[in-house]
């Protein structure tokens, strides 16, 4: 028999990618018993919206994963005694891309550099950079001293105690801060449409433009679940690296 623990963690897994196909279904439902006039008829076709979906998925995950090789790295330097007296400069700046509203700093990155994708790139990570940035800090500084000093006791070197104690027990807190970015980026690619860079938030600003409701409710509720399925893989991917017994 299996145990329960298994069972739940399956049903875990399961239920939202379950609960998110059914939206879709739902979505395409509704918009198949719609008369669409021949504008709502260009926009809402596969091909289209598979274009923009694609462009929405990539300036997430491009945003993310630059945003996570500096973020990262830059968290744990920030930790360490040497550079702690940089830390109040570094979340200063690191504070300023959350403080800015995000069409103001898309707007920002677009007059002082350039419009398209990778510009958009560049303000995504601007503005999703804290989250990590600040979980990364905060897990490490919350590994116990006496692991660290036990580590040391045994003769393992800075580095060694740094790749497989503080890291490993870090990875929860520091999942938790990707997960929040990768939600962010997924909100904030919507604007992305207002300097040329695509996205889905291409449908919702046309949709507003040329009041067509249907096409607004596809490029909404399509934003969602991708937020929500991104949401959920940075869960599955919290749960496959938190060390065992965490």
Not at 71 to 91: E, K, M, N, Q, S
Not at 117 to 146: C, E, H, K, W
Request: aromatic share 6%.
């Amino acid at each position: 028999m299996l145990r329960m623990p298994f069972v739940a963690r399956r049903l875990r897994y399961a239920g939202m990618p379950i609960f998110l196909c059914l939206v879709c279904l739902g979505l395409y439902l509704y918009i198949s018993s719609l008369e669409l006039d021949s504008i709502e008829q260009r926009t809402l076709n596969r091909p289209f919206i598979v274009e923009k979906l694609v462009e929405h998925i990539k300036l997430t995950v491009v945003s993310t994963a630059l945003v996570i090789a500096i973020a990262i790295p830059l968290g744990i330097l920030l930790t360490r005694p040497f550079a702690r007296r940089l830390t109040p400069p570094v979340i200063g700046v690191a504070n300023i891309g959350q403080a800015v509203p995000s069409i103001g700093l898309l707007v920002l990155m677009a007059i002082t550099i350039g419009f398209g994708f990778i510009y958009t790139v560049y303000a995504l990570v601007a503005y999703s950079l804290l989250p990590i940035l600040r979980n990364t800090m905060v897990g490490l500084q919350g590994v116990d001293r006496f692991l660290i000093e036990a580590g040391r006791g045994m003769g393992m070197s800075k580095a060694r105690v740094l790749g497989q104690i503080e890291l490993p027990l870090a990875v929860p807190v520091i999942m938790a801060g990707v997960r929040t970015a990768l939600v962010i980026n997924v909100g904030t690619a919507t604007l992305a449409t207002y300097v040329n860079a695509g996205g889905l938030g291409f449908l919702i600003v046309n949709a507003l433009a040329l009041n067509r409701q249907p096409v607004l409710i596809v490029g909404s509720v399509l934003t969602a679940v991708l937020a929500l399925l991104i949401d959920w893989l940075g869960g599955v991917a919290e749960d496959v690296l938190r060390p065992k017994g965490l």
